[in-house]
């Protein structure tokens, strides 16, 4: 047998047969066409192009589509352009807090949690479901003390919250569309979810959450950030997966590309542990802590002593007074000092002992990359 491979002229168009150009594959040839031998051809590796107008993916239109359109991420390992984001955790964990950081990050362009960075700016649209606008305004007015808020964060009046209310599933849907349209609104953010459901409609129903997922992503929106609360501690197992945590029909863990759980443990501190529970395109991170600030009403990713003094030395006595902030008693400043000593640098002003970060030895520690520049306060800052 010869191992000769024969190269075969594709046929051109036979007198009165049907034009070729709208079939997908020509079929293979024949022996006879071969000659009669067992030799097959080699395969054509020129790419095909996207077929239009079908109802089937070939996995070369997969891949071509891959390759012309990858995905674009809005907040980098969390959040892709299309996809649906859930933030749940149990009362008092601050979901709320993080809504207003992340949609602050998006609007700014700012890395969120100064941990994952943010492509672009993006106008985002709230709607607050849990607190009132004055409450709200409290809030931000901590947040943002110089009046410096981002200009394309937007939320829904409470005039339009009550006209959103009274709707069904559907109406609620078409008020947030006509919203979304009005304001050029990008991303999305629903704080919470629960006033969705009302009357028949309830969260736990496959058919009807299933059906909230669908319209929310038929919204015209590059991305959609919601969140939900957690089931009640008596109702799960200490050992379950932090997505079977979620309230409700399994919908809400099964829909979203990405779930981000916040999990306090002691509500005596500020410290907040957060955990992503899925990401369907990358690598999950590892957990990792937060620790709420009440004096800027925000989430901050580094240990209480270690923020107080990224900007800078402060005596024992401030550091009491500002832990306050974080939920830590005097006791709990001075086991944080000891914790963090190898990073610290003592000093005195007088008769108060003072302490400063020293960043030629954080080196090893996680949350390096994580500091602000560095401060230019002094202890003759400090005594002025």
């Known amino acids: 047998m010869s191992d000769e491979i024969i190269t075969l002229e594709e046929p051109g168009p036979q007198?009165?047969?049907?034009?070729?150009?709208?079939?997908?594959?020509t079929e293979a040839p024949t022996d006879a066409a071969l000659g009669g031998g067992k030799t097959?051809?080699?395969?054509?590796?020129?790419?095909a192009p996207l077929r239009r107008n079908s109802d089937t993916w070939t996995a070369r239109d997969l891949i071509q589509l891959a390759k012309k359109s990858p995905p674009?991420?809005?907040?980098?390992?969390?959040?892709?352009a299309g996809d649906i984001l859930l933030l749940h955790g149990t009362e008092e964990s601050f979901k709320s807090v993080s809504v207003v950081q992340c949609a602050e990050a998006i609007a700014m362009g700012t890395p969120f949690l100064r941990r994952w960075p943010v492509c672009g700016q993006r106008r985002v649209g709230i709607i607050?479901?849990?607190?009132?606008?004055?409450?709200?305004?409290?809030?931000?007015?901590?947040?943002f003390p110089d009046g410096n808020a981002?200009?394309?964060?937007?939320?829904?009046?409470?005039?339009?919250?009550?006209?959103?209310?009274?709707?069904?599933?559907?109406?609620?849907?078409?008020?947030?569309?006509?919203?979304?349209?009005?304001?050029?609104?990008?991303?999305?953010?629903?704080?919470?979810?629960?006033?969705?459901?009302?009357?028949?409609?309830?969260?736990?129903?496959?058919?009807?959450?299933?059906?909230?997922?669908?319209?929310?992503?038929a919204l015209s929106l590059e991305g959609r950030i919601l969140v939900r609360h957690d089931r009640k501690r008596r109702e799960i197992d200490d050992s379950s997966h932090s997505n079977e945590m979620i309230r409700g029909s399994s919908e809400w863990?099964?829909?979203?590309?990405?779930?981000?759980?916040?999990?306090?443990?002691?509500?005596?501190?500020?410290?907040?542990?957060?955990?992503?529970?899925?990401?369907?395109?990358?690598?999950?991170?590892?957990p990792c802590k937060l620790w709420f600030d009440a004096g800027v009403f925000r989430l901050v990713p580094l240990p209480p002593i270690i923020a107080l003094l990224e900007d800078g030395p402060k005596t024992r006595q401030q550091?009491?007074?500002?832990?306050?902030?974080?939920?830590?008693?005097?006791?709990?400043?001075?086991?944080?000092?000891?914790?963090?000593?190898?990073v610290l640098k003592r000093g005195n002003r007088g008769h108060e002992r003072t302490w400063e970060l020293d960043r030629t030895k954080c080196q090893e520690k996680e949350w390096l990359q994580l500091l602000n520049p560095e401060g230019t306060a002094t202890v003759q800052d400090m005594q002025t």
């Open 319 to 342: 550091l009491v007074s500002e832990g306050e902030r974080f939920g830590l008693s005097e006791r709990a400043v001075d086991a944080q000092l000891d914790e963090n000593q190898e």
């Open 128 to 143: 607050e479901t849990e607190m009132h606008a004055v409450m709200m305004g409290q809030r931000l007015s901590k947040m």
């Open 40 to 47: 097959v051809p080699q395969p054509s590796h020129s790419p």
């Open 253 to 286: 863990k099964e829909d979203p590309e990405a779930i981000i759980q916040l999990k306090r443990t002691d509500k005596r501190t500020h410290e907040v542990q957060m955990e992503v529970g899925k990401l369907r395109y990358g690598v999950k991170p590892e």
């Open 150 to 217: 981002p200009e394309h964060v937007f939320f829904m009046s409470e005039d339009l919250l009550r006209r959103w209310r009274r709707e069904d599933l559907a109406g609620k849907f078409r008020v947030i569309e006509d919203w979304v349209r009005q304001e050029d609104i990008q991303v999305l953010m629903i704080d919470t979810a629960n006033d969705f459901f009302r009357g028949l409609d309830s969260p736990s129903e496959e058919r009807v959450v299933g059906e909230f997922f669908d319209r929310l992503r």
């Open 72 to 80: 674009q991420a809005i907040i980098e390992g969390l959040l892709n």
């Open 15 to 25: 007198p009165g047969a049907e034009p070729l150009e709208s079939q997908d594959q």
